[in-house]
Each structure stands twice: as C-alpha cells, then as structure tokens.
C-alpha cells in the first residue's frame, strides 16, 4: 500500500542551447565513422566463413542478427555522441544565465537533431557515391568465358585458331562495373550472404538498392544521436530520485532521533 501511495517523480529536463547542424568537430567526427567502417568490413571478412550455413533460414538468420548487431552498435555510438552533445548545451546555456559570453564555436557544439544524421552521411559519400555507380551500371552476372593460359596465346596467332578463341580476348579485363561491384560488396557482404551468390537476379536488385543498403549504418548513428535528449533526461531524473531517497532517508532517522529522546528520559 505505501509503495502505490507514493508519487512517481516527473520526468526532469535542464535547459541547453541548439547549437548548428555542422561545427569544428563534424570533419573529424566523419572521417572516424568512414574509417569505421573499414572495421564492420574488417568484421564481415573474418564472420564470412561462418555465415555461409548449407540452410537457407540459417543463412538469413545468421546474417540478419548481423546486421542488427552492426546497426546496433552505431545507434549506441550515436546516442553517446547525442548526449554529450546535451550535456555541452546544458553548460553553454548555464553560463549563458550566469552573464558570461559563449563563444559560437562552443555554442556550435551543442547538440542539433541533424547532426549526427549529418556525420553518418558525410562519412559514407565514397561508399556511397560507388553504390550510386553500381546501381546505374549494374547487370545481371553469368560465369564469364574465363582467361586463356599465356602458353596459348601462339595458339592465337594461328589463322585456324584465332578466330575460335578470339572470344577469351574480349573477357581478359576488368571493368568499372567489376571494381565498383568489389568495392560495394565488401561494405554489404551479409546482405550478398542472405540473397546467395547464385541468385543472379536477387544479386542485381540488391546491387541497384545498395545505396539504401550503405546507408543503414549512418540512419542508425543519426536515430541514436536523438536519443541524446531522452538520456539526459534520465540522468537528471535519476539523480532527482536519490536526492529525493536521500532527503527521505534523513527525515526518517531525524524522526527516530526524536522519538527516541524521551524514551531515555523516562
């Protein structure tokens, strides 16, 4: 009974000043999330030879937990990011009241909505822009003739022999379709584990949609980074709730103090 008697604390906020979409710190902070995914693809390489299970389900949902793992992390990094970018506004805006100048690059710093949607995506342009390529370019993959042996290339030079074999010749480059296909791959590889490398036409769908596909790491680092004013708010309600447990704890042992009093007395 007492516990439903007492009164839930309200939800408590401090004031903080917005600072801008972009500020001193946005290039850094963009240049760290591009290098991390480097790490994801890192990651990816070293799980590929356990996530290519002979179950098509197991597959999926290997590779799937996967990607949910990756998305994970970065919202977590962006919610962390959010905060501190709270908590920088809360101080701006404290000395602020006080009278005291804030410098706009220090207002700057202080958290925006857009900010970290911002650093996700202006650290995935070069990704980006090669799934961009891909999407445009990209064709359905057969096996290719594959590249003659060099020992036949006198073979070649036969009249007999070079027009039969003169089809290899065409196939012995790369293309730029081949490099950007290398380069997006490396960067959705659960996604190629899930459709199947001889899916042919799921491989192109998800060729054409990678752009979207590339993009999930920094959606889930920008959804995180608003996060940022709900843990604030936590903190300062947490920190509420023991001043108020501490405050209640004293005014117990104030009271047994006193009515303890006369009892000795008597």
């Given at each position: 009974m007492q516990q439903k008697n007492k009164k839930k604390i309200k939800p408590v906020s401090k004031p903080f000043l917005k600072g801008s979409a972009a500020d001193s710190t946005t290039a850094k902070s963009a240049v760290s999330f591009f290098f991390s995914l480097f790490l994801v693809v890192v990651a990816n390489f070293l799980l590929s030879g356990v996530s290519m299970w002979e179950a098509a389900w197991m597959n999926i949902l290997f590779n799937s937990a996967l990607v949910l793992v990756i998305v994970a992390v970065y919202y977590q990094n962006g919610s962390a990011k959010g905060a501190v970018a709270v908590n920088h506004g809360e101080v701006m805006y404290q000395r602020e009241a006080d009278g005291r100048t804030v410098h706009p690059k220090d207002r700057a710093l202080c958290y925006h909505p857009l900010k970290g949607l911002l650093i996700g995506l202006l650290g995935t342009v070069p990704v980006l822009i090669c799934a961009v390529l891909l999407g445009v370019v990209a064709q359905k993959q057969y096996t290719g003739?594959?590249?003659?042996?060099?020992?036949?290339?006198?073979?070649?030079?036969?009249?007999?022999?070079?027009?039969a074999l003169a089809i290899y010749a065409g196939n012995a480059g790369m293309e730029m379709e081949d490099i950007l296909r290398i380069i997006v791959r490396m960067f959705i590889m659960p996604w190629v584990n899930m459709v199947g490398v001889t899916n042919r036409d799921g491989l192109l769908m998800l060729e054409r949609l990678s752009v979207l596909v590339v993009l999930l790491p920094a959606a889930g680092y920008g959804l995180g980074y608003l996060q940022g004013t709900k843990?604030?708010?936590?903190?300062h309600t947490n920190i509420a709730l023991g001043k108020r447990k501490r405050a209640h704890k004293e005014n117990k042992q104030r009271k047994a103090r006193i009515n303890k009093g006369p009892e000795q007395l008597n």
């Open positions: 003739m594959g590249v003659l042996p060099s020992w036949i290339g006198t073979l070649q030079r036969q009249r007999e022999m070079g027009d843990i604030r708010t936590v903190v």
